[in-house]
């Protein structure tokens, strides 16, 4: 049964937007940890955005805060990543991910959640 699906990914030239869409079930949406993750070729996947959908509570990596906001519609139990101000440096395929484990402090530490999404390809042109 998916848990987490992504949408919106696409080609972008340098300085464009685009907003990926992670739509999840009502059960993995409630009250849980989702994040977003990216993966360029010969590199780890690194965190990008966290918000947990209890409160609201954001997280952002230092290489996109004051461009990327993440956000949430829980009427639709889905998650937004809106990047703008997009740089080459971003390409890579991202990743909506879900269900945050302890123990600790939240991060974005890809192998503390427990959901993932297939992918969806941003490809930015310099």
């Known amino acids: 049964q998916v848990q987490v699906m992504e949408s919106g990914g696409g080609s972008v030239q340098a300085g464009g937007s685009l907003r990926l869409s992670c739509e999840a079930s009502a059960r993995t949406y409630s009250n849980n940890y989702m994040a977003w993750f990216r993966q360029a070729p010969g590199k780890e996947r690194e965190g990008v955005a966290g918000i947990y959908t209890g409160d609201i509570s954001t997280l952002y990596a230092d290489s996109v805060k004051g461009r990327f906001t993440i956000s949430q519609d829980n009427a639709k139990n889905t998650v937004y990543l809106q990047m703008t101000t997009l740089q080459y440096e971003d390409t890579a395929m991202y990743y909506c991910?879900?269900?945050?484990?302890?123990?600790?402090?939240?991060?974005?530490?890809?192998?503390?959640?427990?959901?993932w999404g297939q992918g969806t390809q941003v490809t930015v042109s310099s």
């Open positions: 991910a879900a269900g945050w484990r302890g123990p600790g402090r939240w991060s974005l530490t890809p192998d503390k959640y427990s959901y």
